[in-house]
């Protein structure tokens, strides 16, 4: 993928709505260069139905439900179920957005087509490179689309929050959460030789929200400037206080990836086939496939290095933007 911060993107979310996940929502729709297409809800924070419904929640409050949302698979593709790891409900509250209520209810419903049938139309239907599908949750609804189409492998563009190569994991010392979910379709994935890059906790951990961002988006006076400011202060106090290392602020994870899938430059990459450990006390660990590093193709490049600065004040200037215009201003 090689475009400038100038090329118009495409963009499909896949969220499991989230607090990290609704910045990285807010930011694609502040964004002038990207354009939102769909919203594909999977399970992680919050179950699918929750994150769907504060999707719809979302794109209410900001005016934007002309933008569909398709509910995904709602578990592991090695169980039958899923509820929320207990972690997840403490970083991110029971509903998601850190127990603040989103300040718009929305009446539409899920799209009745599935995530992974609109992943694979939509795939189809651009030129390669036009759109980027970007999840930020458990991956289990990508992998199905590739293994129900493969014929979208070679034109699909994939821009992940996910895993870590030089950090420790997030949910134990090797797994990062989303990975975490269902290592296996994440393996499925990088497998394949889908164009992915991947933006793990090596870059994410590297992008902060403080407390002076969200007083700067309580101080526009809108609906939506306090909410994003309530929910991720929700989000710093966890932070400070169940994050081994805190750095000042809250990990700007999702938004990151968001903000790559739109503008590559943002990050420095290297270039490498990756696996997922699928068994024993390294499950869920993102490392080097040992059996393909030979191979010619990389077909996966893992952020390493993040211009921080740039991204961390672009993202704030275009939060407050899309607050200060949005229509519930008071
Ligand atoms: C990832 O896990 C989720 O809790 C966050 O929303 C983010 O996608 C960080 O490891
Ligand atoms: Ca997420």
């Known amino acids: 993928m090689s475009a400038s911060s100038e090329t118009h993107r495409k963009i499909i979310l896949d969220l499991d709505t989230g607090i990290d996940d609704t910045l990285a929502l807010s930011y694609v729709l502040a964004s002038p260069d990207a354009e939102l297409i769909g919203i594909t809800g999977t399970y992680g924070n919050v179950v699918v139905e929750q994150g769907v419904t504060n999707d719809l929640n979302l794109l209410a409050m900001y005016g934007r439900e002309d933008i569909p949302v398709f509910k ?19 970083f991110h509250g029971a509903n998601g957005t850190g127990n603040v209520e989103i300040p718009a209810h929305s009446d539409a419903k899920p799209r009745d087509q599935g995530s992974v049938d609109f992943i694979i139309d939509s795939v189809r239907r651009y030129p390669k490179g036009e759109l980027v599908v970007v999840p930020t949750g458990a991956l289990t609804t990508i992998a199905a689309a590739l293994e129900q189409a493969p014929d979208i492998i070679d034109k699909i563009t994939i821009v992940m929050m996910g895993g870590s190569l030089t950090q420790p994991g997030n949910v134990g010392p090797f797994a990062e959460a989303n990975i975490n979910q269902d290592p296996e379709a994440a393996n499925k994935i990088f497998a394949t030789k889908a164009d992915i890059t991947m933006i793990g906790l090596d870059v994410t951990t590297q992008v902060l929200m403080s407390q002076e961002d969200t007083d700067s988006l309580r101080r526009t006076g809108t609906e939506a400037g306090r909410f994003l400011a309530d929910m991720t202060d929700y989000y710093i106090r966890i932070s400070e206080q169940e994050e081994g290392v805190f750095l000042g602020g809250c990990n700007l994870h999702d ?15 290297f270039a490498t086939n990756l696996m997922v450990e699928t068994e024993g006390p390294q499950r869920g660990r993102t490392i080097g496939d040992p059996k393909r590093l030979l191979d ?18 672009q993202f704030v200037d275009r939060l407050r933007t899309l607050v200060t215009t949005q229509r519930n201003e008071q």
């Open 72 to 90: 995904g698979i709602d578990h592991p593709s090695t169980a039958d179920s899923f509820s929320v790891p207990p972690d997840s409900a403490i």
């Open 255 to 269: 938004p990151l990836a968001a903000a790559v899938a739109i503008d590559p430059t943002l990050v420095t990459t």
């Open 296 to 313: 010619e193709t990389k077909n996966t490049k893992v952020a390493l290095s993040v211009d921080a600065e740039r991204f961390t004040k």
